[in-house]
């Protein structure tokens, strides 16, 4: 387990989701050692894709660069320790967007 608290730099989701992939991300470090990422990253993406339904995406490392695309409120990247986690739902057009946004509306 890495020592230190997760920061998060930057996240589109509501809260409690938000506490759902910092509390994945804690129980898969329990599980794995902090340089299998591989499996870090499918266990944090499968468990939200029972949870959240399918079509997220994970990314786990030390060191990488991004630019990606994402449905709206489905995106958060946070760090434990020096270990990234950049978890979102890809965005499959402005269709799709436009109804997680009518969704994510009706929600509130």
């Not at 020592?3 to 129980?27: E, F, H, P, R, Y």
């Not at 709206?72 to 402005?94: E, K």
Request: aromatic share 10%; glycine share 12%.
């Amino acid at each position: 387990m890495l020592k230190g608290k997760a920061a998060i730099g930057g996240t589109d989701m509501v809260d409690s989701m938000q506490q759902d992939a910092l509390n994945l991300a804690a129980k898969a470090l329990e599980i794995f050692q902090v340089g299998e990422s591989r499996d870090i990253a499918r266990f944090i993406k499968k468990e939200f894709d029972k949870t959240y339904g399918p079509g997220w995406q994970c990314i786990v490392g030390t060191d990488f660069g991004s630019f990606v695309t994402h449905c709206y409120g489905s995106f958060i990247h946070f760090n434990i320790g020096n270990l990234a986690i950049l978890l979102f739902r890809g965005s499959a057009g402005p269709e799709a967007e436009a109804e997680a946004v009518a969704d994510h509306v009706e929600a509130l």
